[in-house]
């Protein structure tokens, strides 16, 4: 079975534009989450998806957003990039129907440059 | 609110050494779940082992074995007589059942370093 799969894989973008990443689950998977991860950091949750229906937002300003289509893959989006937006984003899926109890799969990650 | 701290930040041993990785935790829910992940150079996390926390039995799979204890809050893992490709970053991680949809929150990871 394929796993998760994320495009584009590299990206570097000026201040000021704004960037789509995109990520295809596993296959029956229907629960999409997303995490930015720097050095500063580490690894913080942006949103999940199920359904095509966020159910979960961490604390990240407007300028995130996501979606997920009815196939389950899932966009997000990123506006008025900021240097501080530049990290490794990683989409990780999962059934879903556990709501918070299922193992979570990740992808490859976008790592994401903001000149 | 919930927490995981992974103390190490990184630890350096030669192959065929014994490395245990530290996690404490913090959560107010009484359903919840612990992961060990994997990041190599690559970038991927690598799903390792998950526990839920009625479930304190110890076990050991392959190289891998934990210990979760839930009187001091910890679930440390152990990866038996090291290879250099385990060199990677270990994240410890914690879901709560009562959060709404899949959300985990690491701990700052521990980077391992296998030398030959």
């Known amino acids: 079975k394929a796993g998760v799969t994320q495009t584009p894989r590299y990206l570097i973008k000026t201040r000021g534009q704004q960037v789509t990443l995109s990520c295809s689950p596993i296959s029956g998977h229907r629960s999409v989450s997303w995490y930015q991860q720097t050095p500063g950091q580490g690894l913080q949750f942006l949103f999940e998806?199920?359904?095509?229906?966020?159910?979960n937002k961490g604390n990240f300003p407007g300028r995130f957003s996501g979606r997920q289509f009815s196939n389950s893959r899932s966009e997000m989006n990123v506006s008025t990039l900021e240097l501080g937006d530049s990290a490794l984003y990683l989409c990780?899926?999962?059934?879903?129907?556990?709501?918070?109890?299922?193992?979570?799969?990740f992808g490859p990650g976008t790592r994401l440059t903001v000149l | 609110a919930q927490k995981v701290t992974q103390a190490q930040t990184e630890i350096s041993v030669v192959e065929k050494e014994d490395v245990t990785l530290d996690c404490v935790y913090e959560?107010?829910?009484?359903?919840?779940?612990l992961f060990w992940y994997k990041q190599p150079p690559s970038g991927e996390l690598v799903f390792l082992i998950r526990?839920?926390?009625?479930?304190?039995q110890n076990e050991i799979s392959g190289r891998y074995s934990w210990n979760f204890q839930k009187s001091t809050s910890s679930f440390n893992f152990t990866i038996t007589a090291s290879q250099v490709v385990d060199s990677a970053v270990y994240f410890c991680a914690l879901s709560e059942e009562k959060a709404a949809g899949n959300k985990l929150t690491f701990g700052g990871g521990t980077r391992v370093l296998v030398k030959p």
């Open positions: 998806y199920f359904s095509e229906t966020q159910r």
């Open positions: 990780a899926s999962s059934w879903g129907t556990s709501g918070s109890t299922d193992t979570q799969y």
């Open positions: 526990r839920n926390s009625f479930d304190e």
């Open positions: 959560t107010r829910d009484t359903t919840y779940y």
